[in-house]
């Protein structure tokens, strides 16, 4: 099976040692043939969720453009894929765009996702031995509608011990720009997680957004929690 790996800014720019090399690796142990077109960019997200449509059409069609040969489009993040869905919604006046976005939603997935939903796969044979929490976040829950994909892969994980979040449902303050515009708000939000985090006595802290474990893991840093933060494709990685 082919599959085209959408990496995304962070997971380039920041984590790609880790999670782009164990998305990569989860993928090829089941069989998969992985390529990475180079020309892909950032998905849109920041502008459009700043109100630049306009800009961000631009950028949507370079990106459908980009994966229009491609089988499958994977990503270890359900905030981007959830972006690249919304294309559909950036098209609505041109119809043969919109066509193009229709096929790219149609054949793009979050990791957890594709492994469970397209490629039947429930324990993937990882093996971590921790005590865990799990960072449920809002676009890939409540927009891409992926909920249960990340909780079955982790639950056949050897050795790691699960305790839910207290209020999952609640947004860690990152949200995209809105981090930057409204800094004193989104402060309190990513306190308010992290004490729920430490509630749960975990000590990994594992979230399958990395914009979100970006946000946490910083503020666990600066105020000097023991906590790690690992992304679920880490997690499925470890052996």
Same mark, same amino acid.
């Given at each position: =099976?082919?599959?085209? *790996?959408?990496?995304?800014?962070?997971?380039?720019?920041?984590?790609?040692?880790?999670?782009? @090399?164990?998305?990569? &690796?989860?993928? !090829?142990?089941?069989?998969?043939?992985?390529?990475?077109?180079?020309?892909?960019?950032?998905?849109?997200?920041?502008?459009?969720?700043?109100?630049?449509?306009? &800009?961000?059409? &631009?950028?949507?069609? $370079? /990106?459908?453009?980009?994966?229009?040969?491609?089988?499958?489009?994977v990503?270890?993040?359900?905030?981007?894929v959830?972006m690249? $869905?919304?294309?559909?919604?950036?098209?609505?006046?041109d119809?043969?765009?919109k066509?193009?976005? #229709? !096929?790219?939603?149609?054949?793009?997935?979050?990791?957890t996702?594709?492994?469970?939903?397209?490629?039947?796969?429930?324990?993937?044979?990882?093996?971590?031995?921790?005590?865990a929490?799990?960072?449920t976040?809002? $676009?890939m829950?409540? *927009? *891409?509608?992926?909920k249960?994909?990340? =909780?079955?892969?982790?639950?056949?994980? !050897?050795?790691?011990?699960?305790?839910?979040?207290?209020? @999952?449902?609640?947004?860690?303050?990152?949200?995209?720009?809105?981090?930057?515009? /409204?800094?004193?708000?989104?402060?309190? /939000?990513?306190?308010?997680?992290?004490? $729920?985090?430490?509630e749960? #006595?975990?000590?990994?802290?594992?979230?399958?957004?990395?914009?979100?474990?970006?946000?946490?893991?910083?503020?666990?840093? +600066?105020?000097? @929690?023991?906590?790690?933060? /690992?992304?679920?494709a #880490?997690?499925l990685?470890? +052996?």
């Amino acid at each position: =099976m082919k599959v085209s *790996l959408f990496l995304t800014c962070l997971a380039d720019v920041v984590y790609p040692a880790s999670v782009g @090399k164990s998305t990569v &690796e989860i993928l !090829e142990r089941f069989g998969c043939e992985v390529d990475f077109p180079k020309k892909q960019t950032c998905c849109g997200q920041p502008a459009y969720n700043s109100g630049y449509h306009r &800009e961000t059409r &631009e950028v949507a069609k $370079h /990106m459908i453009n980009v994966f229009k040969d491609a089988k499958f489009v994977v990503s270890p993040s359900g905030s981007c894929v959830t972006m690249l $869905h919304e294309y559909v919604h950036l098209f609505e006046d041109d119809a043969e765009w919109k066509q193009r976005a #229709e !096929e790219l939603k149609n054949k793009s997935y979050e990791l957890t996702q594709f492994l469970v939903d397209v490629l039947n796969i429930t324990d993937v044979g990882a093996k971590l031995n921790a005590k865990a929490t799990y960072h449920t976040s809002c $676009h890939m829950t409540r *927009l *891409l509608g992926v909920k249960e994909a990340p =909780m079955t892969l982790l639950q056949n994980v !050897e050795g790691l011990e699960f305790t839910e979040l207290p209020n @999952k449902e609640q947004c860690c303050g990152f949200g995209g720009t809105f981090a930057v515009k /409204m800094l004193p708000i989104s402060e309190q /939000m990513v306190n308010e997680k992290v004490q $729920h985090i430490e509630e749960t #006595e975990a000590e990994v802290l594992i979230g399958a957004d990395l914009g979100c474990l970006m946000n946490i893991g910083g503020r666990i840093n +600066r105020q000097g @929690k023991p906590i790690k933060v /690992m992304h679920i494709a #880490e997690v499925l990685n470890s +052996r």
